[in-house]
């Protein structure tokens, strides 16, 4: 499956981004899916991740009442709503899939496929 994440830009703190992934493929809808991202200078770090049937969600404490993750498997989207942004939020995000297990999910090395990344900064 190929990746294709969008929706990133310049917000102010306090403010929203909804971010959106794309895939190819007609098997989406068997793909766990998952978004990371990475600060300059920082390791990637795990931010949310969604079951292939929607039913189960996971989030880092870091964005847990801020961030939503959801999917619409006819579209063969994810998406990351990202409310009560705050600078320390700025990073490259990254979505990525996955098959199997729903157990680790917040480890990016079980993931297969890896989108581009889209920029989110957060000015205060």
């Known amino acids: 499956v190929q990746l294709q994440a969008s929706g990133g830009g310049l917000v102010q703190a306090g403010g929203s981004l909804r971010l959106s992934c794309a895939a190819s493929?007609?098997?989406?809808?068997?793909?766990?899916m998952g978004w990371f991202r990475q600060a300059p200078g920082k390791e990637r770090e795990f931010v949310a991740a969604?079951?292939?049937?929607?039913?189960?969600?996971a989030y880092a404490d870091s964005v847990k009442g801020r961030f939503t993750i959801s999917r619409d498997n006819a579209k063969n989207t994810v998406y990351l709503q990202m409310n009560s942004l705050k600078p320390e939020d700025t990073a490259v995000y990254y979505c990525?899939?996955?098959?199997?297990?729903?157990?680790?999910?917040?480890?990016?090395?079980?993931?297969?496929?890896w989108g581009q990344g889209t920029q989110v900064t957060v000015s205060s």
């Open positions: 990525a899939a996955r098959r199997g297990d729903w157990l680790g999910y917040n480890d990016g090395r079980n993931y297969n496929f």
């Open positions: 493929g007609r098997t989406f809808g068997t793909y766990n």
């Open positions: 969604i079951f292939w049937s929607g039913r189960t969600t």
